[in-house]
């Protein structure tokens, strides 16, 4: 019976459609965890104390789950779904186009608006976490927010499109039972070809993080940071060679020689930086 169940679990989880909008949860539980190692002693006691009080259960309390929080509340909160990421077009780059002009941050920033992207949406969480008159249920969900889209940003494909949905509408021919998209490759197919344990994967790209990167990473902002993750994704994703568009007839693209090495060092990489620049937020934010 036991192995019946498990056969019908696996078959399950073989067709399941994988996280089609951000690193999947590892990436995102080994960012915070490489965060965490650089909170200045006031920031992380301001962190532990904020995700202490809060009683949601849409996902784990702990820091690396809460990471993902934000995909989790997409599921019934679709006004927020453009907010993980920046569609830069391929053929015509305009951050601010695809920030749809960097509109003014509603008040509280959790109500909008909807037509603002990732870049956005950081730098309005982190002013709102800093601000010790917002609201403690606001500023709680500013955290959590912010937690996850600082990671989302360094997902190449969060911050460039082919008209193809950031890869989502390009099938790989990879081999094996599961369907994966360009997408959902650099989401988790990546990320677990390093290492599929988020703890141990978090401790190595900590400990390989140099003084010297960690100063040349906290260079920036959202907008810069935005723009080296499109040069990324023109330099080491779409060069793939998939078509530009979403054609529902599209034959599956098999990986160019040496693409899936790359794409390991590229994602160790946008990893490192993503959790030395959340620290870097909520330092400023809390520390
Ligand atoms: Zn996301």
Not at 80 to 98: G, K, M, N
Request: proline share 6%.
């Amino acid at each position: 019976m036991r192995r019946l169940i498990l056969s019908a679990l696996l078959a399950a989880a073989a067709v399941m459609p994988t996280s089609a909008l951000a690193w999947g949860r590892e990436g995102h539980a080994v960012i915070a965890q490489i965060a965490r190692g650089y909170l200045t002693p006031k920031a992380a006691a301001a962190v532990d104390a904020m995700l202490a009080s809060d009683p949601d259960t849409l996902t784990p309390p702990d820091l690396g789950a809460r990471a993902s929080w934000a995909d989790a509340w997409r599921k019934d909160h679709r006004e927020t779904t453009e907010w993980h990421f920046v569609d830069t077009e391929l053929d015509q780059p305009d951050l601010a186009a695809a920030c749809f002009g960097f509109p003014a941050s509603a008040t509280p920033a959790s109500a909008g608006p909807e037509k603002d992207c990732v870049v956005g949406r950081i730098d309005a969480f982190a002013r709102e976490l800093a601000d010790p008159k917002t609201d403690a249920a606001e500023r709680l969900l500013a955290l959590k927010f912010l937690l996850h889209f600082v990671g989302d940003l360094h997902q190449p494909l969060h911050a460039a499109d082919n008209q193809d949905r950031g890869g989502n509408c390009v099938p790989l021919a990879l081999g094996g039972p599961r369907t994966v998209n360009l997408h959902s490759y650099w989401d988790t197919v990546a990320v677990e070809a390093i290492d599929p344990d988020a703890d141990r994967l978090a401790r190595t790209l900590a400990a390989e993080i140099t003084p010297a990167q960690r100063k040349v990473w906290e260079q920036g902002d959202a907008r810069t940071w935005a723009l080296e993750s499109f040069a990324i994704a023109k330099a080491s994703v779409y060069t793939v060679g998939s078509k530009p568009g979403c054609a529902t007839d599209a034959a599956p693209v098999a990986l160019p020689e040496g693409y899936g090495d790359t794409a390991k060092r590229v994602v160790a990489e946008q990893l490192k930086k993503a959790g030395v620049r959340l620290a870097l937020e909520l330092n400023r934010a809390l520390g």
